[in-house]
């Protein structure tokens, strides 16, 4: 069966940084875009950032200039520098999958596979 397993999440102070890794097994990935999205407690998941198969990027406006996404798609991996953390990115890190299809990025629902998630929190 497909997995998605992340780690690279901690308990940091603000101005710290983590990386996180997602490995995805089980299929073929070829064409996937994969993604981060987040959920503070009592919140909705929210989108963080996204990269296609091609490497093409895109990013929620909080975490432009601190955060990147990159992925190795021989390893069908994908990673999460996140640099000047703040007390807002505080949340439970999900990895998803989705193959291709013409539809907006940020959306939760047209993703087909989901990770555990991951804690990140960050103190003040």
């Known amino acids: 069966q497909v997995q998605l397993v992340e780690s690279g999440g901690g308990s940091v102070q603000a101005g710290d940084s983590l990386r996180l890794s997602c490995a995805a097994s089980g299929r073929t990935f070829t064409g996937d875009t994969m993604a981060w999205f987040r959920q503070a407690s009592g919140k909705e998941r929210e989108f963080v950032v996204s990269?296609?198969?091609?490497?093409?990027?895109n990013y929620e406006d909080s975490v432009k200039g601190r955060f990147t996404i990159s992925r190795d798609n021989a390893k069908n991996t994908v990673y999460l520098q996140m640099n000047s953390l703040k007390p807002e990115d505080t949340a439970v890190y999900y990895c998803?999958?989705?193959?291709?299809?013409?539809?907006?990025?940020?959306?939760?629902?047209?993703?087909?596979?989901w990770g555990q998630g991951t804690q990140v929190t960050v103190s003040s």
């Open positions: 998803a999958v989705r193959s291709p299809k013409f539809a907006a990025l940020s959306e939760v629902t047209t993703y087909d596979y």
């Open positions: 990269i296609t198969w091609g490497g093409s990027t």
